[in-house]
């Protein structure tokens, strides 16, 4: 296997330049990319990294997916470091199997920093290149509108390319891939199809507007069981609904990542969590901080 470096890794250039200050990241987007970066160069842990198993999913981004939107409609993808890293981590640690580690990945960011799209592209991802049988993937929010803004961002998505289109036929209501009898929905809580689903991919949008969600919820992690690796991936802004499934998530995030360098701590291996946030109320008149909570900014 090639040796990884900052030259062809971009977990460990994006830990690198955040090291340096290069990148400016709060404590918690420090602490785990410290502990993926740990991850990587490590040789005697259950889970390995996969140059190409990370790599797979980053070139299907940058050589398949178009933007759907604006002055840049129809152009290729060209992601940001923190992008790739993101999706390198969450894809490209499996054992010796080649299973997946990660089975859920948790993304809280600022506004406009692109968790449609990512979102989108991981569910386009899933469907047609993941190497599953049959997959099953959903967009999955409270509100029918609100699980939509994904799916049609996929399909949007899917329109612009010329290669997805051809392998991927759209529906008033679904995305279907016959190649691998994969199928594409939204969902929402007022679905008559929750029962009985077998998720391979579930994208749970906005979760910090889910009023009652936590019952939701439970169906999609209930539905995972029967898949080998399947892939949750949650996307929120900071919180407005409170006492509800993002602050359980929230507070679940913050104990995985005090739990990295605590042995006795809180453990979870089979979720990622990216919480970009400010690091303290006074942080939010701050120009230069602000990249902290939005990692695309500039």
């Known amino acids: 296997m090639i040796k990884q470096t900052t030259d062809n890794n971009s977990i460990l250039r994006y830990h690198a330049k955040i090291e340096t200050g290069e990148i400016l990241a709060c404590k918690k987007i420090w602490k785990v990319y410290d502990h993926l970066a740990g991850k990587v160069t490590a040789t005697d842990l259950e889970y390995y990294y996969s140059p190409a198993r990370g790599d797979h999913v980053v070139n299907f981004f940058e050589r398949y997916l178009r933007h759907s939107k604006g002055k840049m409609g129809g152009k290729p993808v060209k992601l940001e470091l923190w992008e790739k890293a993101m999706l390198c981590a969450q894809y490209g640690f ?41 997959p099953e993937v959903y967009t999955v929010a409270t509100k029918r509108d609100q699980a939509k803004i994904i799916w049609d961002e996929a399909r949007r998505m899917r329109n612009k390319s010329p290669a997805l289109s051809k392998r991927i036929k759209a529906t008033v209501n679904e995305l279907r891939c016959d190649a691998n009898e994969g199928v594409f929905k939204a969902l929402a ?8 689903l077998n998720v391979h991919g579930a994208l749970l949008d ?11 919820y439970n169906i999609i992690v209930d539905g995972i069981s029967a898949r080998e690796q399947p892939m949750i991936f949650v996307t929120s802004t900071a919180g407005t609904v409170r006492e509800d499934i993002y602050d359980d998530i929230y507070k679940e995030c913050e104990n995985i990542i005090n739990g990295y360098k605590d042995d006795n701590g809180y453990k979870d291996e089979r979720t990622l969590p990216l919480v970009y946030e400010l690091d303290s109320r006074d942080e939010w008149n701050k120009r230069e901080c602000w990249i902290k909570a939005n990692p695309n900014l500039g």
């Open 206 to 216: 906005e979760i910090h507007q889910w009023r009652n969600g936590k019952a939701l």
């Open 94 to 134: 499996v054992d010796i199997e080649g299973i997946r580690q990660y089975n859920r990945g948790i993304l809280i960011v600022g506004k406009k920093n692109g968790k449609s799209f990512i979102s989108s592209g991981e569910g386009l991802y899933l469907l047609t290149a993941d190497g599953e049988a049959g």
């Open 189 to 196: 809580s007022d679905s008559n199809t929750l029962d009985g």
